[in-house]
């Protein structure tokens, strides 16, 4: 019997259900009828059943062959005490009934995913039949985050949906959204229009590549997501791989030169000035619209692979550096980073970095996502002055990456990615 991530607990047990081709699910507690409809929606799409969804009494089941899903009012002793009881959950299969509890809808959505994976593969049966079993599960990590980068290449909405369907279907629950790079900037921002009208286009010489998502269809994708209980957290750029966006506005850059998107991989040369007001005025008009469109309470800024070179040679960031008192480049980055999480912070959101934000000096508050593994710094090497105020996420160097959270200083913690 596989089920993928490993449950805390499963007991096979002897006997089988049979599913014919009429199916009541029954939900008690709120909101657990939306929960409800996904499931009666995949055994229609998926095999043609007949099933209905109603918000049933805190009763018995109606006949044979029922599914309850029920939210309990109560903390159940099994689940309390697991890693993330928010999201823990009950399944049991006996031979009259499917019955999942849970104390949160986010429980009875991941028990539901882990009945989705006990249904047979094939599409056509005249009847499912289940062997009964009793499972006990809750993630291991809070953030268990997969990340899908459309700025390098661009991705329908219909694929971003079948990739939230399989996120679903492992029990993710961050999905982290890299939004722009050199090569694309694919979200569309009505304050500065130029940023999809040219910057979401590449190679315009002969056949142009790219394409960008409306404001309406980033509502569309975040309406799917929070169905599937995912939490979308956009990624913006900056410093660094931002040549879509100096395509866009030139003027955003050291030496305003940057008239077309980088049609190569690598790591570009042009950055945002750290030294011109209108850089901070630009980020800042962005932010406040992904903000507005954004409900997670995270917004990533990349801040990696951000080469000093146009700012060793740029008037405007020699001044800034001489302004703030900063000792190098590299101070001038943790400089940036940390006057857009002065701005991050003031609308109610967490900054997230990649671990280049550590150079230069931590901003306070920020958590920071470590993709260089070999070379982050170990837990016990953290400054104590970190542990209260950050969080770390790791990105293991996996084919499939998955996301690790070290949360200071409860120790080692992987928060589901």
């Known amino acids: 019997m596989s089920i993928i991530p490993a449950p805390v607990l499963l007991e096979s047990r002897d006997g089988e259900l049979t599913l014919v081709d009429q199916v009541h699910i029954a939900c008690e507690g ?28 805190p009763s018995g089941l109606s006949c ?66 289940l062997q009964c079993v009793k499972v006990t599960d809750s993630p291991r990590f809070g953030w268990r985050g997969v990340l899908l980068d459309v700025g ?45 009208d040219h910057g979401a286009w590449r190679g315009r010489e002969g056949s142009s590549y790219g394409g960008f998502y409306s404001q309406e269809e980033v509502k569309e994708i975040l309406a799917y997501a929070a169905q599937r209980f995912i939490e979308v957290v956009p990624e913006i750029e900056l410093p660094g791989h931002c040549g879509a966006a100096l395509a866009s506005y030139p003027y955003l850059g050291c030496r305003g030169d940057v008239t077309e998107v980088p049609v190569h991989w690598g790591v570009h040369e042009d950055v945002y000035c750290a030294g011109k007001e209108s850089t901070f005025e630009f980020l800042e008009g962005v932010l406040k619209e992904v903000i507005s469109m954004f409900p997670s309470q995270y917004i990533h800024i990349g801040g990696d692979e951000c080469p000093k070179t146009r700012w060793r040679s740029c008037p405007a960031c020699q001044q800034r550096i001489q302004e703030q008192e900063l000792e190098d480049e590299y101070e001038l980055q943790s400089w940036f980073i940390r006057r857009i999480n002065r701005f991050l912070a003031a609308q109610g959101k967490q900054l997230i970095g990649w671990d280049e934000i550590l150079e230069g000096g931590l901003a306070e508050g920020a958590c920071v996502m470590s993709w260089r593994v070999s070379r982050f710094i170990p837990i016990r090497f953290w400054p104590v002055s970190w542990r209260p105020q950050h969080s770390f996420i790791s990105i293991l160097p996996l084919h499939v990456q998955l996301h690790t959270v070290y949360n200071p200083p409860c120790g080692l913690i992987l928060l589901p990615c």
Not at 163 to 168: C, P, Q, T
Request: proline letters at 4%; charged letters at 25%.
């Open 30 to 57: 709120k909101g657990t009828d939306a929960v409800g409809q996904y499931l009666a929606n995949f055994l229609e799409d998926r095999y043609e059943l007949q099933a209905d969804v109603e918000v049933a009494e």
């Open 64 to 129: 044979d062959g029922d599914i309850l899903l029920t939210r309990v009012t109560e903390p159940l002793d099994s689940l309390a005490n697991l890693a993330v009881p928010s999201e823990a959950y009950e399944l049991e299969i006996t031979e009259v009934a499917i019955i999942i509890r849970a104390m949160e809808n986010h429980g009875l959505f991941n028990g539901v995913q882990t009945l989705i994976q006990l249904l047979p593969a094939a599409a056509t049966l005249d009847a499912i039949c």
């Open 152 to 196: 390098r290449h661009y991705f329908s909405v219909p694929f971003h949906k079948k990739f939230l369907d399989a996120m679903a279907f492992h029990k993710m629950n961050k999905f982290h959204w890299h939004l722009t790079e050199d090569q694309g900037w694919r979200l569309q921002v009505k304050g500065y229009p130029k940023l999809t």
